[in-house]
């Protein structure tokens, strides 16, 4: 049964893999992934995505795509905690020899479907799979992420165009709309304007949701995946490094790994440190009992 407290709590659990991981690593990409995270916990832990993580192939699993590939620690921790491999692992995110690279490899870690990082053929690669799956007659559904700085790439315009025509009714993409890219806000770099109006216009439906509160997304999620008749696209609004105070809203967080002290700030923040001291101050009370006793 749908719980969204329960999906916000593994939201968070994620938040924190993802800062550690990138730490550990010292390198990677926290901004978008930490903006996606809520989205993410929602497809994988709220009766959204119909998949397997013990059976990773099979065959009507419903398909994630993350367009944005540089966003990989998000896909990482959502998969570790689904089941697909050890939590534990996430500790090893761009070490050589992982199976947890920079982007992701399907070739390498279960539960990847396709090896993304060039930006702007996600949708078109997901286009071509939901179109495969529905000649099968398969009643999988492909879910894609794509980034907002994403859209300005072209070729996102031709797939959206190729599957309204197709009628692709098993096709649903998520904007991770966090206003900021690499260079700086969206609507400076290069503008995007009314993005649901643009899908509209292709043949899309398509709804604006609040990227952040797991019990919208999952309504919103719902109802895309109820519409038969074409694809359906949700623009979600979002913040970059959601959750750490001192991320948020700052593009210069797109692509660099915190010091051990930020990450020990940031993980105070998401309340891993106080879960720690909590269990330190119960085993020192539990030592003091043993000793009175």
Not at 93 to 104: A, C, D, N, T, V
Not at 224 to 236: D, F, M, R
Request: a negative charge; aromatic letters at 6%.
């Amino acid at each position: 049964m749908f719980d969204a407290k329960q999906v916000k709590s593994k939201a968070q659990a994620m938040r924190r893999d993802i800062v550690a991981s990138i730490t550990a690593a010292g390198s990677g990409h926290p901004g978008g992934s930490l903006s996606a995270t809520d989205i993410l916990a929602t497809l994988y832990f709220g009766e959204v995505l119909n998949h397997r993580p013990e059976e990773p192939s099979w065959p009507e699993r419903d398909r994630f795509i993350l367009s944005k590939g540089h966003a990989a620690p998000v896909l990482y921790a959502a998969l570790a905690h689904a089941g697909y491999f050890p939590v534990e692992e996430l500790t090893s995110l761009r070490k050589f020899g992982s199976r947890l690279q920079g982007h992701p490899d399907m070739h390498k870690l279960p539960g990847v479907e396709v090896s993304t990082g060039s930006l702007g053929q996600g949708l078109s690669i997901a286009a071509g799979l939901a179109l495969a799956l529905r000649n099968q007659g398969s009643q999988a559904q492909v879910f894609v992420l794509l980034g907002d700085g994403e859209l300005q790439e072209g070729q996102v315009w031709e797939a959206a165009m190729f599957a309204a025509h197709q009628r692709l009714g098993n096709l649903i993409a998520i904007v991770d709309n966090n206003n900021l890219q690499i260079d700086g806000q969206v609507e400076e770099v290069n503008s995007l304007g009314d993005i649901a109006a643009k899908f509209s216009a292709f043949g899309w439906q398509a709804q604006t949701v609040e990227g952040h509160e797991i019990a919208a997304l999952k309504s919103a999620l719902d109802a895309a995946a109820a519409h038969s008749a074409g694809p359906a696209v949700l623009i979600a609004s979002t913040v970059k490094g959601k959750g750490v105070s001192f991320m948020e809203n700052q593009c210069g967080w797109h692509g660099k790994a915190p010091s051990q002290e930020q990450c020990d700030s940031a993980l105070l923040e998401l309340g891993q440190l106080e879960q720690l001291a909590e269990l330190e101050q119960l085993e020192q009370l539990e030592q003091l009992t043993e000793v009175g006793a």
